[in-house]
């Protein structure tokens, strides 16, 4: 009866009545937002013509990221945290893993010996992590093999130990048959959704590149909250 009686009104008052609604709407939806990414600047070397090509291989596209929609407030908890790894850096600092530099040269490139090879962010304290976004080596447009992001609640990666991104296919890493695409290594980096997993250790692999055998991190940001 009250609606009948509102639509009577008219359309301005209509109008007028939706307007007030949409406010109420948005609070009722999860505060989100576009994950905002500071991005270093493309490398200067180029796009090689005889781009690495394979039917596991993400095309490579100059477009931006579509927005990667996090909740709201998150930020990036691995900024400044301490860094372990499989072996130590041949070039470079650990610490520059987390330091939040990532251009397209060498001084923030930390490089390791080749085989399967890992680095580890210990974040602290458990976070609900939404986010994870990667910068192997842009400095050339790469593709990095055997990619496999973990986090657990153990820094020894026995137990509780959730996978969120492995394009190893053949095992070869033997952490599993992964089933993501392999990629090139830009200056927008890789983003990783991890949808809320609670951990307080991430770690890494990687086993050498299209372009070396060699192992590199530049960059790892961890866009998460307080686990509750
Ligand atoms: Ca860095
Ligand atoms: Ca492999």
Not at 83 to 110: C, R
Request: proline fraction near 7%; charge should be negative.
């Amino acid at each position: 009866m009250k609606l009948i009686h509102f639509f009577k009104a008219g359309p301005t008052t209509a109008l007028a009545g939706l307007l007030l609604c949409l406010p109420l709407l948005c609070a009722e939806a999860p505060a989100k937002e576009a994950l905002a990414l500071q991005l270093p600047a493309p490398t200067l070397k180029g796009t090689p013509e005889d781009l690495p090509k394979g039917p596991n291989i993400e095309p490579l596209t100059d477009k931006p990221r579509p927005p990667f929609m996090v909740p709201r407030g998150v930020t990036n908890v691995a900024l400044g945290k301490p860094v372990t790894s499989s072996v130590a850096p041949f070039s470079g600092e650990l610490n520059q893993i987390t330091d939040g530099k990532k251009e397209a040269f060498d001084y923030d490139a930390v490089e390791f010996k080749k085989g399967t090879q890992w680095v580890q962010v210990d974040l602290g304290d458990a976070y609900s992590i939404y986010a994870i976004a990667l910068w192997h080596d842009h400095r050339y447009i790469q593709v990095m093999h055997d990619v496999i992001v973990q986090v657990s609640d153990d820094p020894a990666f026995k137990t509780n130990v959730q996978t969120l991104f492995n394009n190893d296919v053949d095992n070869s890493a033997a952490l599993g048959a992964g089933t993501d695409r392999e990629y090139f290594e830009t200056h927008q980096g890789k983003v990783i959704d991890a949808k809320g997993v609670k951990a307080r250790y991430l770690r890494g692999y990687t086993k050498g590149s299209t372009s070396s055998a060699l192992n590199c991190w530049q960059e790892i940001e961890v866009y998460a909250l307080p686990a509750k």
